[in-house]
């Protein structure tokens, strides 16, 4: 059975590039505009993992991932921040958040897979 991931991004290409490599590596994938978009999305389906990029109209990464964390069903559903933000007190604010990694844009597929993988949840 394939996983789902959520991607969350307020750039259709990225959204696009990323669905592009998970459904290569056969993940089922739900794409979300922002973060008040994703929350609409996240109805109690089993999501095993969320890739959201921080900068984003309506509601921001790390305001969506502390909404996540708040969300009974999804409360332990790991979360990557997919992002053009390398600064440290950013990355610290993400993992008080709940984010479990980091991943720098522009990055490479098979990096983005590597964390995939490792973080998905069983």
């Not at 991932?65 to 969300?71: F, H, N, W």
């Amino acid at each position: 059975m394939a996983k789902t991931i959520m991607v969350v991004d307020d750039s259709a290409s990225i959204r696009m590039v990323v669905g592009i490599a998970l459904r290569g590596a056969g993940y089922e994938v739900i794409e979300a505009s922002d973060g008040v978009d994703a929350v609409a999305k996240l109805t109690g389906q089993k999501v095993h993992l969320i890739i959201s990029d921080v900068n984003m109209p309506n509601m921001d990464g790390i305001s969506f991932v502390k909404a996540v964390k708040q969300m009974p069903s999804y409360r332990f559903t790991p979360i990557i921040m997919l992002t053009t933000e390398s600064d440290e007190s950013k990355k610290r604010e993400g993992q008080v958040a709940g984010a479990k990694a980091w991943v720098v844009k522009p990055f490479k597929p098979e990096q983005m897979l590597a964390a995939v993988q490792k973080l998905c949840l069983p």
